[in-house]
């Protein structure tokens, strides 16, 4: 739900300037707007989030080979994409590019952990927005192995080393937020516990665009040396950035909003790790009430939790 709520705060808003935002800036939840759909509208972020929630339960009571789980992602993801499974009003809209040609490559029977593209121009933050309900096999397996299955469902949609190491860390952090830890020390914390993971190519050679990630200070960068377009670096930076800054889950995914351009990833990354150190009864009961699908969300969501259990 925190992922949600923040995807369906940031689309009506979407490819909005940040000057336009400062000067009005968003303060609830509200509809129509860019893609002019109603209030509650959550996008392809929220979308492929629950697809992967939704075969992680398939998966985890039986736990088969790991071609098991990623043919079950490539299947609920095949069905979003054609069927409109999972989509808030039964229509996909605001599809990135990257993902739309990835998925029709898994149509047409490419392993899952190639389909993605691989080329530097590809590192868009659609593999980042959805992986967060990975975070979830951690008590399953060491960090060093969940980065990997990261890495692999990065892979379905973004494939290059950059997208993956994106998710790794951000999936650590959120791994430390489960272990209790403030926003601050899940950050510093998560960073660390994968540094040495990413000493090795093809993924060391990646790590100069994290440098301000890596070096656990990015809350102290002022705004405006914070960037929220659609590059993953650019989202995970502005996500780390948001919720350091804030006290509160609204505050975060409102602080992310109002950073403009791609509002409703930068806003769902930032209320993914929201939602998990806040809970969901620090999220505002008018927003939530007002989410597309609540109660089926909130299902799977306990769905995912007996799976864990």
């Not at 509809?31 to 985890?60: E, F, M, R, V």
């Not at 950073?259 to 806040?278: C, F, H, K, S, W």
Request: proline share 5%; with cysteine; charged share 15%.
């Amino acid at each position: 739900m925190g992922v949600c709520v923040g995807d369906a705060l940031g689309v009506p808003v979407e490819f909005s300037s940040r000057s336009d935002l400062l000067h009005s800036p968003v303060t609830t939840l509200q509809g129509y707007g860019t893609h002019n759909q109603p209030p509650g509208t959550w996008s392809d972020d929220s979308s492929l989030t629950l697809c992967l929630a939704k075969a992680l339960c398939d998966w985890l009571p039986y736990r088969n080979s790991e071609a098991d789980f990623y043919e079950a992602i490539t299947d609920y993801f095949c069905r979003w994409y054609s069927q409109a499974d999972w989509t808030p009003h039964g229509e996909v809209f605001d599809i990135g590019n990257t993902t739309a040609v990835a998925i029709r490559r898994l149509q047409q029977g490419v392993s899952p952990t190639q389909a993605g593209a691989t080329s530097e121009g590809s590192n868009g933050n659609g593999s980042l927005m959805r992986i967060l309900p990975l975070v979830y096999l951690y008590p399953f397996c060491d960090l060093s192995t969940l980065i990997q299955k990261v890495h692999n469902i990065s892979s379905l949609t973004h494939g290059h080393p950059r997208s993956q190491i994106a998710c790794g860390i951000y999936i650590s952090i959120a791994v430390s937020l489960l272990e209790n830890y403030s926003p601050k020390e899940a950050y510093q914390r998560g960073i660390q516990k994968v540094e040495a993971i990413y000493q090795h190519p093809p993924h060391i050679s990646e790590m100069q665009h994290f440098r301000r990630v890596m070096g656990g200070e990015i809350f102290t960068l002022p705004m405006e040396e914070i960037r929220s377009d659609g590059y993953v670096v650019s989202t995970l930076e502005a996500a780390l950035w948001c919720f350091c800054n804030s006290l509160s889950y609204q505050e975060a995914v409102l602080i992310a909003i109002n950073l403009g351009e791609d509002t409703d990833t930068t806003a769902a990354v930032t209320g993914g790790l929201a939602g998990i150190y806040y809970g969901i009864e620090k999220i505002p009961a008018t927003w939530v009430e007002q989410i597309a699908r609540k109660e089926e969300i909130i299902a799977l969501a306990k769905h995912l939790e007996t799976s864990i259990n």
